[in-house]
């Protein structure tokens, strides 16, 4: 059974379609072509009612696989899958399968839908802290410096704080206020805070307690072995202290001492000779001298027959910062055994206890 060629299809390929919807076109044209009896499709230029857009070829009806358009009964057209429109572009066959693979990537659909306008956003705006960095202060001036003349006011000069020529003490600091009215410290204020120190003052033993023999003597000269005379002169002229020089002497002076609230650099000092008539190394006749401060004893002097010499040997101890402002009690005691003929005697002299402070 014959048919007909099919209406001629007219389709307008527009220039700006895609690939997919030329090729899409080109799938319905074969089904069509197949609802009309088996009939294949083919665009050529020319065919009545065959039109096309000079941007693609126009769909033309044929029968019969490899037929012409002329009845069915015609050889083959002699290159038929080479043929090309008036214009010169290729005329596709429909029916072979057309390789809608396009660099081997499958073609998306396309989406003919409304565009995707989204949700704007809405977040809020950056609050970060501002920027506090230093601001610009532009290149320096470097114009040339002012010149004028300079400021010959006088500077200001404090007053005087003292009157020039006076005197103070402060901490033990002796001062002198100078020309332009500032204190300036020139020495220490030391004093003596024993009565006495030397035992020169007239009646013997001023200024000391004694609760027994005389202890203090005048020594001009040395003595020689003369009795009641002591061996050694006075350190300082005319008069010592002179302890034991006999068997089982026991010997006391003390004295009491207030020393000052804010002294400092307080030192005990004295000078002796011994002379002992003791052999060997055994300690047997002493002299001590202590600080009763409370109940607290502060020895500052310890001598036995041991320390012989009948040179003046000076002997200086510190005392302890914590004594300022108490009242203290120097004792001074010597001790000798019974050892007949073979005694010691302790020779002192030149003694003092002193005290950085103000009077």
């Known amino acids: 059974?014959?048919?007909?060629?099919?209406?001629?299809?007219?389709?307008?390929?527009?220039?700006?379609n895609r690939l997919d919807r030329f090729v899409e076109l080109s799938w319905l044209a074969l089904v069509v072509a197949a609802a009309n009896g088996g009939c294949g499709?083919?665009?050529?230029?020319?065919d009545a009612g065959a039109t096309r857009d000079d941007a693609g070829p126009v769909l033309r009806g044929h029968v019969g696989g490899g037929v012409g358009g002329d009845g069915g009964n015609s050889?083959?057209?002699?290159?038929?899958?080479?043929k090309v429109s008036i214009d010169g572009s290729p005329v596709i066959d429909a029916t072979v399968p057309i390789d809608t693979r396009a660099n081997d990537v499958p073609l998306a659909p396309v989406d003919s839908g409304p565009p995707d306008l989204g949700h704007p956003d809405l977040g809020r705006p950056d609050?970060?802290?501002?920027?506090?960095?230093?601001?610009?202060?532009?290149?320096?001036?470097?114009?040339?410096?002012d010149l004028g003349p300079p400021d010959l006011g006088s500077p200001d000069v404090p007053p005087p704080v003292c009157v020039p020529g006076s005197n103070r003490c402060v901490a033990g600091n002796v001062q002198i206020c100078d020309a332009t009215g500032a204190w300036q410290t020139?020495?220490?204020?030391?004093?003596?805070?024993?009565?006495?120190?030397?035992?020169?003052?007239?009646?013997?033993?001023t200024g000391w307690t004694n609760p027994g023999s005389p202890i203090v003597y005048q020594a001009l000269a040395p003595g020689a072995g003369v009795t009641n005379h002591p061996d050694v002169a006075a350190q300082s002229l005319p008069n010592l202290a002179w302890f034991g020089g006999l068997d089982s002497a026991d010997d006391r002076l003390s004295q009491s001492i207030a020393i000052p609230a804010g002294a400092s650099q307080l030192t005990f000092s004295l000078f002796y000779a011994v002379v002992t008539?003791?052999?060997?190394?055994?300690?047997?006749?002493?002299?001590?001298?202590?600080?009763?401060?409370?109940?607290?004893?502060?020895?500052?002097?310890?001598?036995?027959?041991?320390?012989?010499?009948?040179?003046?040997?000076?002997?200086?101890?510190?005392?302890?910062?914590?004594?300022?402002?108490?009242?203290?009690?120097l004792q001074l005691r010597g001790v000798t055994n019974t050892n007949v003929n073979r005694f010691t005697?302790?020779?002192?002299?030149?003694?003092?206890?002193?005290?950085?402070?103000?009077?």
């Not at 609050?127 to 410096?145: M, N």
């Not at 030397?198 to 013997?204: H, N, S, V, Y």
């Open 41 to 46: 499709a083919r665009i050529e230029p020319g």
């Open 127 to 145: 609050l970060g802290p501002p920027d506090l960095g230093p601001p610009d202060l532009g290149p320096p001036d470097l114009g040339p410096p």
């Open 1 to 16: 059974m014959e048919f007909s060629a099919a209406p001629a299809l007219k389709l307008r390929v527009l220039k700006q």
């Open 186 to 205: 020139t020495g220490t204020a030391t004093q003596e805070l024993l009565v006495n120190p030397a035992f020169d003052l007239a009646p013997l033993e």
């Open 75 to 82: 050889a083959p057209d002699a290159g038929a899958d080479s």
């Open 345 to 359: 005697s302790f020779y002192l002299d030149t003694m003092s206890l002193q005290a950085v402070a103000c009077p």
């Open 277 to 329: 008539g003791k052999t060997g190394v055994t300690e047997l006749d002493t002299f001590d001298a202590t600080l009763l401060a409370g109940t607290q004893v502060i020895s500052v002097a310890h001598l036995s027959n041991l320390n012989a010499t009948d040179t003046w040997t000076p002997v200086s101890v510190p005392l302890p910062a914590a004594l300022a402002g108490q009242t203290v009690t």
